[in-house]
Nanobody, 124 residues
Framework: QLQLVESGGGLVQPGGSLRLSCAAS????????IGWFRQVPGKEREGVLC????????NYADSMKGRFTISRDNAKNTVYLQMNSLKPEDTAVYYC?????????????????WGQGTQVTVSS
């Protein structure tokens, strides 16, 4: 069974950090672009960051630039989202997704596999 599983979400105070993990099972991530997205109730899912199969990264939102980074560990079949200097407006459900090609896209419809999401809440 092909699936992605996110972990690492939780409650954190403003200014804090979290590292989300996206682990794949049933297939290897080596050749695919992996994106992180987030969604709050009543809003569309928005792109956060994406990493290509060759390690190039694309940032989809200026509000996260310099605070969030994405990385991959192909040996562990896992992609990470490091989130620093978190703000209350970063509160959302975070999803990872895999495209069946090596380059990134900001369009959610171009991603084939999705995780179930992990809740991130930034609050004092």
């Amino acid at each position: 069974q092909l699936q992605l599983v996110e972990s690492g979400g939780g409650l954190v105070q403003p200014g804090g950090s979290l590292r989300l993990s996206c682990a794949a099972s049933g297939f290897t991530l080596d050749f695919y672009a992996i994106g992180w997205f987030r969604q709050v109730p009543g809003k569309e899912r928005e792109g956060v960051l994406c990493i290509s199969s060759t390690g190039g990264t694309t940032n989809y939102a200026d509000s996260m630039k310099g605070r969030f980074t994405i990385s991959r560990d192909n040996a562990k079949n896992t992609v990470y989202l490091q989130m620093n200097s978190l703000k209350p407006e970063d509160t959302a459900v975070y999803y990872c997704a895999a495209r069946l090609v090596g380059w990134c896209s900001e369009y959610t419809t171009s991603y084939t596999y999705w995780g179930q999401g992990t809740q991130v809440t930034v609050s004092s």
